[in-house]
């Protein structure tokens, strides 16, 4: 069986309770707003299901992005304990890439950390990215990295407030390797250079996190919406707000537009000040803070990469 977005509450009340059972996730990747059609302006999102008499027995779903139609990713590739065995979620995933395929995808992502799944979805032409459990699929047979590197050649980029269309489009950012170790430390988002992304569809729910607590994020996106950069303010307790932001190589020069729509956004929301934390480590972020205002004040939390503890500087901005 298939279903496009929106789904019917009816089979939504069906869906979670399987995948929670099967992946005890509390907190989904995708919430039920976004089955219900929430996003629908934004993405694109087809349920594949299998049943075995009138009990659920195998789910895949698909979220194919309507700004970048070439890329998409899969989630809630899911199996009953009961039918195991018998390639029933090999059939639904097979079934979900040769539509994408015909819908002129190119790049489709996932992450798992089962390296049983890994070999199924291996065998289906998904590869793992370096430093990542995460897997790319891309559909004209080159790899990752090659498929990569093409993706993000051009210039120039716009920053706008992130929306749901940059849902599937900050994936390959994320993935890609940068020199920066701690890319965004609202997020906890690292270079895969120095620690293993186990993320691939939650990484848009990190940052929404940060709007869902009174912050907001910034995207920069080039003509064609492919996410080239993000910033982030998240409000602290004393009511200043902690920004942060990254870019691809190839788009350094759009980092300073993102640092002043984070700072900016934080002037307009909150009483404080707003400071960045910068790993000890990430020397030429500091000085591009500092090109900007930034001053060093300290001592900020230590980051967490790749099973080490890294010190990090707190730099403060200074007031206009």
């Known amino acids: 069986m298939r279903y496009e977005v929106p789904i019917s509450e009816e089979l939504i009340d069906e869906l979670f309770p399987f995948w929670a059972s099967i992946f005890e996730e509390v907190l989904p990747d995708i919430s039920r707003e976004v089955f219900l059609g929430a996003e629908e302006s934004y993405n694109g999102g087809t349920l594949y ?13 698909t979220m194919q992005s309507k ?20 390639g029933l979620a090999t059939e639904l995933c097979s079934w979900a890439v040769e539509e994408f395929r015909a819908a002129g995808g190119e790049a489709f992502f ?3 950390v089962n390296p049983a799944a890994a070999r199924v979805y291996h065998r289906l032409g998904w590869r793992k990215l370096a430093g990542a459990n995460v897997m790319a699929n891309i559909l004209s ?22 929306s749901p269309a940059d849902r599937i489009p900050i994936i390959p950012l994320i993935l890609c390797p940068h020199d920066w170790q701690v890319l965004d430390g609202n997020t906890s988002v690292c270079s895969t250079r120095y620690a ?12 929404e996190r940060v709007r869902l607590s009174g912050g907001t ?22 009511g200043g707000f ?52 930034f001053r060093r004040a300290g001592s900020g939390a230590e980051f967490e990469l790749g099973g080490r503890r890294v010190a990090s500087v707190r730099m403060e901005k200074k007031s206009a």
Request: proline content about 2%.
């Open 49 to 61: 299901l299998r049943r075995e008499g009138e009990r659920l027995a195998s789910t895949c779903f």
């Open 242 to 293: 902690q920004i942060d932001a990254f870019t691809h190589a190839r788009f350094g020069e759009v980092w300073e537009e993102l640092v002043d729509a984070a700072v900016g956004a934080s002037r307009e929301r909150g009483e404080g000040g707003c400071y960045a934390v910068v790993s000890v480590e990430d020397e030429e972020k500091q000085s591009w803070f500092e090109a900007l205002g």
């Open 217 to 238: 994020w910034f995207a920069a996106r080039t003509a064609e919406g492919k996410v080239v950069g993000l910033s982030t303010a998240r409000r602290d307790e004393p």
């Open 196 to 207: 293993t992304q186990n993320s691939c569809m939650g990484l848009f729910v990190r940052f």
């Open 67 to 86: 700004v970048v139609p070439s890329l998409a990713g899969l989630s809630d590739v899911a199996t009953d304990t009961q039918f195991r065995g018998r």
């Open 110 to 112: 996932l992450g798992t």
């Open 141 to 162: 047979g080159e790899s990752p990295e090659a498929y990569l590197v093409d993706y993000f050649s051009g210039e120039g980029a716009t920053v706008e407030e992130a």
